[in-house]
Nanobody, 120 residues
C-alpha cells in the first residue's frame, strides 16, 4: 500500500498564491510514473487539475493554465502545485494522486485532501 499525504492548503485572498505539496511513501518499494492533483468543490464532482509524468509531460485543465504550475521530484515521489492568481472558483478540496502504470495517465493511490479557500 502506498500512502499519499498532502499539505499546504489554507485561506487566501483572491489574487493570492498557495503552494500545495504531496509526498508518497510505502513500506514496500514502488515506482510512480504519474502524479497529479484533483479537486472537488461542494456539490460538484471531482475534477482533474494538473498532472505530471516523470518523462517530463504535464497536463492542466484549461481553467488553471497560466496560473497553476505542477512540478515534482520522481526520486522522492513528491509533487507540488504552485497556484497563483487564485480565484474564488478555485475553492475546493484538493487531492493528490499517484499512478503506477508505466504508459498511462492513470491514478491508483489517493491522499485524504487539503482544503483551499479563496475568499476576501
Amino acid at each position: 500500500q502506498v500512502q499519499v499525504v498532502e499539505s499546504g492548503g489554507g485561506l487566501v485572498q483572491p489574487g493570492g498564491s498557495l503552494r500545495l505539496s504531496c509526498a508518497a511513501s510505502s513500506g514496500r518499494s514502488f515506482t510512480s510514473y504519474t502524479m497529479g492533483w484533483f479537486r472537488q468543490a461542494p456539490g460538484k464532482e471531482r475534477e482533474f487539475v494538473a498532472g505530471i509524468r516523470w518523462t517530463g509531460n504535464t497536463r492542466y485543465r484549461d481553467s488553471v493554465k497560466g496560473r497553476f504550475t505542477i512540478s515534482g521530484d520522481s526520486a522522492k515521489s513528491t509533487v507540488y502545485l504552485q497556484m497563483d492568481s487564485l480565484k474564488p472558483e478555485d475553492t475546493a478540496y484538493y487531492y493528490c494522486a499517484l499512478g503506477t502504470a508505466p504508459h498511462a495517465w492513470k491514478y491508483d493511490y489517493w491522499g485524504q485532501g487539503t482544503q483551499v479557500t479563496v475568499s476576501s
